[in-house]
């Protein structure tokens, strides 16, 4: 069904003339009907593969073969009618493809009028598509009013209501938490079983690796590793030893050593391989320094429960209260139909306290932090912020006041489309009236970027970046000159692992060395350390608020 070989994307700097190569030989095999994943760290050329192969990107050489389609010889016209007959797209920022003031249902039916004649077949085929996502009873609400993990869900269901046989999702399930998530696979493999659809799901999501027909690792923009079904199985610590792996060799005859291999027999420069007369091969370090211990990484404690221990008094002693939150309601109207997103909150947070907003899919965590962040307006209650009444504000003063005292990341990363990275960090200064020092600036937007790994991407636009890249970016900015309040909402959401425990970890230095108050909204339990505030959304409402504790 799908074929790459060979296949290279080198993205040109128009300014500086700088090539920036994103996938470096790529050969990739996907056979009709499998359900694979894509993984990799931020930047691997994950998110440009999708790209190429939904005809959004050009290929700068190389073989892409899509059933008949020969993606890099086609036309425009052509391409429009591969992506409108061929292609199902759920993009990591849903926002892109769904019609916000439209309703759920609105945008399958859309979708399916593009392509179906027989309306009655697909009302009928689109509520059922619904209903197996577990989303049939958010058909008449308007998109824009729906939680993040709910948007996603909806992007799902609006790829599959095109019934084209090829399905792209590109971190489909960053934003669920484990529930959902599990209901997402299946979908997606009673799909690819009863309908023979082929999908690719680039993630960088562990709880997606697992019973899918196999995976590709990308590194350096090349598949590097390849695992089966008995691979997965045994990274999840399921099987025995020994492990085995499969890596691909490519169209220029050379194959990649996986990482545990290069790490377990501290390979560098070099590597000694010694065959046996029967064929045997082993690989071993050139210079024979012995193996070290062998730790697999990808089997990591995760905590499955929230465990909370009530809040004691001393906590309370002496703190200052930032945010107060009395009898806070927000209720959403659509199609005559009323939703309670939000009821009868009452919250006080602490002047230098982190915490953790968490709660399932729809339990209203990124309702609360627009409401607390004054871009949504509350329907009842009062929100006071320091001194002042922030619900009673207008949208120009609650800017005003947003864009003094607090730095925010949201789930999407939004920025200036036609601003570079570092290009944002000045937005603040110039909307304020202020005179900066250019020498002295350059250098601390320079050492925030370093601090989040994203400053060699600087001169870039956020178009031209990973989804990752692009939150570490949002990170940095919401971080510059340390507002009183930084809001961050599915902060990991676009990270692969090793990237989401370093960026948590400079945020938790961050919070050692200041007294800013950070808010957190995540569905991940597993980022939040023992002794930690979290609270937790169910149905609208505050169902527990406590310490985390492991037991």
Not at 4 to 15: A, G, N, R
Not at 152 to 159: F, G, L, N, P, V
Not at 406 to 427: A, K
Request: proline share 3%.
């Amino acid at each position: 069904m799908i074929v790459c070989k060979d296949l290279i994307k080198i993205f040109t700097d128009e300014e500086t003339k700088t090539r920036i190569p994103a996938l470096r030989g790529c050969d990739l095999r996907v056979n009709k009907g499998e359900i694979i994943t894509i993984v990799g760290p931020s930047g691997s050329g994950k998110t440009t593969l999708v790209n190429i192969l939904s005809g959004l990107e050009t290929t700068s050489s190389g073989e892409v073969k899509v059933a008949e389609y020969d993606i890099g010889t086609m036309t425009e016209t052509e391409l429009n009618n591969y992506r409108l007959t061929m292609i199902g797209i759920v993009d990591q920022f849903p926002e892109r493809t769904l019609f916000l003031d439209g309703t759920v249902i609105d945008n399958l039916n859309f979708t399916s009028n593009l392509l179906i004649r027989r309306k009655r077949k697909y009302l009928e085929d689109n509520r059922e598509i619904l209903e197996k996502l577990g989303i049939l009873h958010l058909e008449n609400r308007l998109v824009r009013h729906l939680s993040g993990g709910e948007m996603i869900r909806t992007a799902i269901a609006s790829a599959l209501a095109k019934n084209v046989p090829v399905l792209l999702c590109d971190e489909p399930t960053g934003q669920l938490d484990s529930e959902n998530t599990a209901k997402v696979k299946t979908t997606l493999k009673q799909i690819t079983r009863d309908f023979g659809v082929t999908v690719l799901v680039v993630t960088h999501d562990p709880r997606f690796q697992e019973d899918v027909d196999k995976t590709c690792e990308i590194r350096d923009g090349r598949v590097s590793t390849i695992l089966g079904v008995e691979e997965q199985l045994a990274f999840s610590g399921k099987t025995d030893f020994p492990l085995k792996f499969k890596s691909q060799i490519d169209s220029t005859s050379s194959t990649r050593i996986p990482d545990l291999i290069l790490k377990t027999l501290k390979l560098e420069d070099n590597v000694t391989f010694e065959m046996a007369e029967d064929a045997e091969v082993k690989i071993k370090h050139p210079d024979n320094i012995k193996p070290g211990k062998l730790i697999i990484e990808d089997i990591k404690v995760r905590r499955k429960e929230l465990v909370l221990d009530p809040i004691p008094k001393k906590y309370y002693s002496k703190a200052e209260v930032v945010i107060d939150l009395a009898n806070v309601s927000k209720i959403y109207e659509s199609n005559g139909g009323v939703v309670r997103a939000l009821s009868d909150v009452n919250l006080q947070i602490y002047k230098g306290e982190l915490i953790f907003i968490l709660g399932p899919s729809g339990s209203g965590k990124t309702t609360l932090i627009k409401l607390i962040s004054g871009l949504e307006g509350r329907t009842e209650g009062t929100i006071k912020t320091f001194d002042r009444i922030f619900s009673d504000l207008s949208d120009s003063e609650k800017a005003d006041y947003r864009r003094e005292n607090m730095g925010m990341v949201s789930q999407q990363g939004n920025l200036h489309p036609f601003l570079t990275i570092d290009e944002h960090f000045y937005l603040k200064e110039i909307f304020s009236g202020k005179r900066i020092k250019a020498n002295t600036y350059d250098e601390k937007v320079s050492d925030l970027l370093n601090k989040f790994d994203i400053e060699h991407r600087k001169d870039a636009f956020p178009l031209e970046i990973s989804g990752g890249e692009l939150q570490r970016a949002s990170l940095a900015i919401a971080n510059n000159d340390f507002p009183p309040i930084i809001i961050l909402d599915e902060p990991t959401a676009n990270l692969d692992s090793e990237l989401a425990e370093q960026t948590m970890e400079q945020i938790f230095e961050f919070h050692k060395t200041t007294d800013i108050t950070f808010l957190i909204a995540t569905h991940d339990i597993t980022l939040i350390k023992d002794g930690m505030r979290a609270i937790e959304l169910v149905d609208g409402k505050i169902n527990r608020d406590g310490l985390v504790v492991t037991k």
